[in-house]
């Protein structure tokens, strides 16, 4: 066996034994006379590895490491020779590693652009992005995600986001989550999986949205005031009949004004008070922010709100059941928040959550500056 594979085999001996050498004659320089008369060494006891014995021990070592060294490069080769690619990972911003369809293991591409077969994973760590060509789609991936790609018109976030840009038309799209499928045509949208709750939301164009199995009980949200969810300009603001309790609890307001002793004055104040915070959040809400200016607290609201769980998210606004249905169409300016087990699988549809908003815009922005440079 001949090579580089042999020269460092060869190299590494010649050190061992070099090494070996001067830790026998140190010992048998400092050892005392009795140890002296049992360590005696001569050229050829320090010689270990010479001439064809140096040669013969490479050989065998060299043929001890070569598959270990084979399997390592597998992969990778194979990444590079996918004979049928349905995307291409064309671009990274920090640490992103592939894991094919038949590997144990992610591992960080070598070099881009990289071609992903069906069933190729793609991990984004966090602090770190990706962009993927998918046919005629960009995805961009965020940070703390995994996408399967399923096929040439089909991908599967597992778990964390990813925003979707179709600029031209062309056959349905798909963009799978574990509860829902979403069918795209020509449309820019942020889809987000978590552990039990999910998120549809449409920035441009249409998606119909439809559980895996089962229907799903379709709740729709009702704006109320001083909460903070501002419509987007263009957006249709969804005004449902207002529910029995919200006038029961609006009727018992009423009547604790009207027959409120003049005791009562501070906690009108103080009901005014809150309006007057609410309306101000609103306002900030509303205004674009500067760099350096601090989020109003509207904003904080909502992406603190974007992290919880359904049942927490579903708790705190004001919602109305509609009917289940096995398909649900989601418009511009909304979005569609899902959670529960299936098949017991319930969405509410609502304006755009600035939280969410912001993430898109941000990843928007990114895959603007990738197309330029």
Sequence with gaps: MEGPMLECVVSFLASLQLGVQHKLRRLYADS?????????????????????????????????????????AAPESKLSECESPVAV??????????????????????????????GDQVHVSDNSRARIHHQDQRAIVAAGSVVVLR????????????????????????????????SIDRAHLLVR???????????????????????????????????????PEGAQV??????????????????????????????????QDDQSVEGSAEKDNASPLSGQEKPPKSINMFRS???QSFADFKAQIQTQYIDD????????????????????????????????KRLADSLSQWLTSQAQS
């Excluded at 089909?154 to 778990?159: H, L």
């Excluded at 798909?174 to 979403?182: C, F, H, S």
């Excluded at 207002?242 to 307001?253: I, M, S």
């Design 32 to 72: 005392s006379p009795q140890v002296a008369h049992v360590v005696k060494l001569s050229s050829s006891d320090t010689a270990l590895f010479t001439g064809p014995r140096l040669v013969a021990v490479a050989h065998l070592l060299a043929l001890i490491v070569m598959p270990f060294a084979v399997v390592q």
């Design 89 to 118: 990972l064309d671009s990274v911003d920090g640490q992103v590693r592939v894991q094919l369809s038949d590997s144990p293991f992610p591992k960080v591409p070598t070099h881009l652009p990289r071609n992903l077969c069906a």
């Design 151 to 182: 096929s040439a018109q089909a991908m599967e976030v597992q778990k964390g986001a990813v925003l979707l840009d179709a600029p031209t038309p062309h056959q349905t799209y798909q963009m799978m989550t574990p509860r829902v499928i979403v």
């Design 193 to 231: 999986a978590e552990n039990d709750r999910e998120d549809v939301t449409v920035l441009q164009g249409q998606a119909a949205v439809q559980p895996r199995e089962g229907l799903l009980a379709y709740y729709l949200w009702s704006p109320r005031a001083g909460d903070g969810m501002t419509p």
């Design 238 to 271: 969804i005004h449902p009949q207002p529910q029995p309790k919200v006038v029961a609890q609006a009727t018992v307001v009423a009547q604790a004004t009207v027959g409120a002793p003049p005791e009562s004055n501070d906690s009108q104040t103080d009901l």
């Design 305 to 307: 709100r974007m992290m």
């Design 325 to 356: 249905r096995r398909q649900v169409q989601v418009s511009a300016g909304h979005q569609l928040v899902l959670g529960g087990d299936l098949p017991q699988l319930e969405g509410v549809e609502s304006v755009l959550d600035p939280g969410l």
